[in-house]
C-alpha cells in the first residue's frame, strides 16, 4: 500500500544548504539586494538610502520558501514593501521574512539582458 502523504520538499528547494532553517507555510526567506542601500538618477545623481521619497518598494532575492508556497521560487527576485517585513539574523546575515501575499512582483528577466532594472 502506498504512502497517503504528499512527498517531502527536497532540502535543496525549500532552503539553501547553508542555513540552518527551514519554512514554515507561506512564508519566504529574502535576502535584501545590495544595490538597494543607495541608487542613482537617470542624470546619474547619488540618492542616498536616507532620503526621504514616496512610498518605494525594494527589491530582493529569495534564498528559502515555505512548503505552501505557490507563485515563488528560491532564486526568483521579488518586489516588495520594505515597510511591510520583519528582519532575522541568520549565521551573521540579515534576511527578511515575508508572507508570499506581501509579494507585488516576481522579475522576469529579458531574454538577450543582463538583468531586470530596478523600476517596474
Known amino acids: 500500500m502506498s504512502d497517503p502523504r504528499p512527498p517531502a520538499p527536497s532540502a535543496s528547494a525549500s532552503r539553501p544548504s547553508s542555513l540552518p532553517i527551514r519554512m514554515l507555510n507561506d512564508r519566504l526567506l529574502v535576502e535584501l539586494d545590495s544595490d538597494a542601500s543607495e541608487r542613482r538618477s537617470s542624470a546619474g545623481i547619488v540618492i542616498p538610502a536616507t532620503a526621504m521619497v514616496g ?10 520558501a515555505g512548503q505552501q508556497v505557490r507563485q515563488v521560487e528560491v532564486g526568483d527576485r521579488v518586489l516588495f514593501d520594505p515597510d511591510e517585513r520583519a528582519e532575522v539574523e541568520l549565521e551573521a546575515s540579515t534576511y527578511l521574512l515575508l508572507r508570499e501575499k506581501d509579494v507585488h512582483a ?15
Open 55 to 64: 512610498k518605494r518598494l525594494a527589491w530582493g532575492r529569495v534564498v528559502a
Open 106 to 120: 516576481v522579475a522576469q528577466p529579458r531574454p538577450g539582458s543582463p538583468g531586470t532594472g530596478l523600476y517596474l
